[in-house]
């Protein structure tokens, strides 16, 4: 009925100890049985690798998210679930020895760990579409964007799961904070999306966004000099829409698309300027 042992040393005190394999056993019964909370706990306790909630039974766990969600119940609980996501299947990996306790069952050497280049093969050849953090990424979203209630919730963990994706969606997380009225709840998100992620990164995803604003208060986070972002940020918000839009294009190197910005600039001249003929030339374009 416990995932624990009482032993009694020969001096006569008494130690508790929990074996993994009990721990695990425990922790897998919650999981058939639905009673996520209780696994998550479990897990959280005794340093269990939390993927084992979706890997032991992917097809019941997406068949039952929204309770899921609901039984764990905490903010800080799914935030948690999400970012520590890995692509193993850690019941094959893992604890895969702790399924097979029959004494008959041959013990095998473990694999050799990957090598820099098998790790880069790997990378260089990842698929999106197949990934297992996509995937439960992606289901969360659609759950957690579904209801108002939830949305205004689990704010942190909607960020957590655009930040935790490969690749990383922080065009959606950043226009999700936009769209928020109240100005202490956006700096609090935008605070907490700036840890989760590379704050130059966030930077200049709020930049390509063209929301002044939203680009100032990251860069308010960030370790850059305010007398480097604040006049640059300061004559974007002076210039007009589509010149703002070329310069901040410019700045990103998109530079096709700022050549379309300058192309449309220039749609009403009947002559074409030296300005849009030394930018094509300049970059080839």
Known sequence: SRAAVVLQAPRGNLETIY??????????????????????????????????????????????????????NSVDYLNLF??????????????????????????????????????????????????????????????????????????????????????????????????LEDEKEKDSQVTYLCFLQDVNLVYKVSLSLYDIKLTLLVAQKSQMDPREYLPFLQSLHDSEPLRRQFMIDDYLKNYEKALKHLVELEKDSKDVSEELIQYIESHEL
């Open 19 to 72: 074996p993994r394999i009990m721990v695990l056993s425990e922790v897998r019964k919650n999981i058939l049985s639905k009673n996520y909370k209780e696994a998550f706990l479990k897990c959280r306790t005794h340093r269990i690798n939390l993927d084992i909630l979706y890997d032991y039974a992917p097809e019941l766990f997406m068949d039952n998210l929204e309770h899921f969600i609901d039984e764990i």
């Open 82 to 179: 999400v970012s520590c996501l890995s692509e193993d299947d850690v019941t094959q990996t893992k604890y895969k020895e702790t399924l097979y306790t029959g004494i008959q069952d041959s013990f095998e050497l473990a694999e050799a760990p990957m090598t820099e280049m098998q790790e880069y093969v790997k990378k260089k050849f990842f698929n999106p579409a197949e990934s297992k953090i996509n995937k439960v990424c992606k289901a969360l979203l659609d759950v957690l964007l579904s209801k108002a209630e939830y949305k205004k919730k689990y704010m942190q963990t909607i960020i957590t799961a655009y930040a935790s994706e490969r690749p990383q969606d922080l065009e959606s997380a950043l226009k999700l904070i936009s769209g």
